[in-house]
C-alpha cells in the first residue's frame, strides 16, 4: 500500500477500491486533528532484529527518521514526536507495571508511516506529533491479547494524567488475516476478520482472551499483528461509537480492515 501511494498509483484498478476506503476517515481527520497521535504499530527488522526485539518498545524523542528498508526510505516527512507526552506515558506506564523499553532515537518504517500516509495522504509535513508504540509480533512469543488490551488502559490513564490538555488519539494497526509464507501462504479469512471487527467494538474483553494458537490457525502466521487493536480498543474505554468500518480483500495478499471508534461518554444522571 505505501508502495502505491508512493508511486501514485492509488487509482489503479486494483488499488481504487483499497484507498476508496479512507477517503472517509481522510476527511475526518481534517476536521478532527489531533495534537498528538498513539501510534501503535510493529517493526518490520528496521529498528530491530531478532538479536534485539523488545515486547513493547515506547518512543520518547523529539524526532523519527524514515528507515531505510533495503530499497531506500519512503519519500515521506520525518515523523516529529512528543517528547515529554512520551516521558510521562513512560514514567506513568513502568509505574503501572509495564515494562517498557525506553527508545530515545528510533527509526521507523512502514508499519508506522504506511498509516500515517493512509490518514492524512501525501504532505509536506505531518500534522500531528506522534508517539511510537512499537509491540513485538515478529518473534515468538508475542504478547498475548489480554496484556495489550490492559496496556491500552494503563496508556488511557497515562494520558489522562498528563497536565496539558490535548487531543491525543491511539491508533492500533497491524494487518488482518494473511500469511506470507510456507503452505498457506495467501490465506484470507473473512468470516474470521468480520467476526473480529464485531467483537473489537462490542465484545473487546472476551475477545482479549483469544489464544495466540486461534489467531494463528484462523488468521494465519501474520494474523498475529491483530493483537495490537486491542491496545487501541483498550484505550477506548467500555463503550465505543463506531463512526466508520471498511472491509476489502485483497490488497497485496491481506485482507485490509479499518475501524475509526471514538468513547462512547455517558450522559447518564447530568
Request: aromatic content about 10%; some cysteine.
Given at each position: 500500500?505505501?508502495?502505491?501511494?508512493?508511486?501514485?498509483?492509488?487509482?489503479?484498478?486494483?488499488?481504487?477500491?483499497?484507498?476508496?476506503?479512507?477517503?472517509?476517515?481522510?476527511?475526518?481527520?481534517r476536521e478532527n486533528t489531533p495534537d498528538v497521535v498513539v501510534l501503535v504499530y510493529n517493526?518490520?527488522?528496521?529498528?530491530?532484529?531478532?538479536?534485539?526485539?523488545?515486547?513493547?518498545?515506547?518512543?520518547?524523542?523529539?524526532?523519527?527518521?524514515?528507515?531505510?528498508?533495503?530499497?531506500?526510505?519512503?519519500?515521506?516527512?520525518?515523523?516529529?514526536?512528543?517528547?515529554?507526552?512520551?516521558?510521562?506515558?513512560?514514567?506513568?506506564?513502568?509505574?503501572?507495571?509495564?515494562?517498557?523499553?525506553?527508545?530515545?532515537?528510533?527509526?521507523?518504517?512502514?508499519?508506522?508511516?504506511?498509516?500515517?500516509?493512509?490518514?492524512?495522504?501525501?504532505?509536506?509535513?505531518?500534522?500531528?506529533?506522534?508517539?511510537?508504540?512499537?509491540?513485538?509480533?515478529?518473534?515468538?512469543?508475542?504478547?498475548?491479547?489480554?496484556?495489550?488490551?490492559?496496556?491500552?488502559?494503563?496508556?488511557?490513564?497515562?494520558?489522562?494524567?498528563?497536565?496539558?490538555?490535548?487531543?491525543?488519539?491511539?491508533?492500533?494497526?497491524?494487518?488482518?488475516?494473511?500469511?506470507?509464507?510456507?503452505?498457506?501462504?495467501?490465506?484470507?479469512?473473512?468470516?474470521?476478520?468480520?467476526?473480529?471487527?464485531?467483537?473489537?467494538?462490542?465484545?473487546?474483553?472476551?475477545?482479549?482472551?483469544?489464544?495466540?494458537?486461534?489467531?494463528?490457525?484462523?488468521?494465519?502466521?501474520?494474523?498475529?499483528?491483530?493483537?495490537?487493536?486491542?491496545?487501541?480498543?483498550?484505550?477506548?474505554?467500555?463503550?465505543?461509537?463506531?463512526?466508520?468500518?471498511?472491509?476489502?480483500?485483497?490488497?497485496?495478499?491481506?485482507?485490509?480492515?479499518?475501524?475509526?471508534?471514538?468513547?462512547?461518554?455517558?450522559?447518564?444522571?447530568?
Amino acid at each position: 500500500m505505501g508502495y502505491a501511494m508512493d508511486t501514485h498509483r492509488t487509482s489503479d484498478a486494483y488499488w481504487q477500491p483499497v484507498f476508496s476506503g479512507y477517503q472517509w476517515s481522510r476527511e475526518w481527520m481534517r476536521e478532527n486533528t489531533p495534537d498528538v497521535v498513539v501510534l501503535v504499530y510493529n517493526d518490520h527488522a528496521s529498528a530491530f532484529s531478532l538479536e534485539m526485539i523488545p515486547t513493547f518498545a515506547l518512543g520518547c524523542a523529539d524526532s523519527y527518521d524514515i528507515a531505510d528498508e533495503g530499497f531506500g526510505p519512503r519519500p515521506v516527512p520525518q515523523v516529529p514526536g512528543h517528547a515529554d507526552l512520551a516521558c510521562h506515558l513512560a514514567q506513568s506506564l513502568i509505574l503501572d507495571e509495564f515494562d517498557l523499553t525506553i527508545m530515545n532515537r528510533l527509526e521507523v518504517d512502514h508499519g508506522l508511516t504506511v498509516p500515517l500516509s493512509l490518514m492524512f495522504g501525501e504532505v509536506s509535513a505531518w500534522p500531528t506529533k506522534i508517539i511510537p508504540l512499537a509491540v513485538n509480533v515478529v518473534q515468538y512469543p508475542p504478547p498475548t491479547g489480554r496484556r495489550c488490551f490492559n496496556l491500552g488502559k494503563a496508556l488511557r490513564r497515562a494520558i489522562e494524567s498528563y497536565d496539558e490538555d490535548l487531543n491525543v488519539h491511539v491508533w492500533g494497526t497491524g494487518g488482518m488475516s494473511h500469511q506470507l509464507q510456507g503452505p498457506r501462504a495467501g490465506l484470507i479469512n473473512s468470516q474470521f476478520d468480520n467476526d473480529f471487527l464485531d467483537r473489537v467494538v462490542a465484545k473487546p474483553d472476551e475477545l482479549a482472551d483469544m489464544p495466540h494458537l486461534e489467531y494463528l490457525v484462523e488468521a494465519g502466521s501474520e494474523g498475529i499483528e491483530l493483537v495490537m487493536w486491542l491496545i487501541m480498543r483498550g484505550a477506548m474505554g467500555d463503550d465505543v461509537n463506531e463512526l466508520h468500518r471498511f472491509y476489502h480483500v485483497p490488497a497485496s495478499n491481506t485482507a485490509v480492515g479499518h475501524l475509526v471508534v471514538e468513547p462512547l461518554i455517558s450522559t447518564q444522571g447530568e
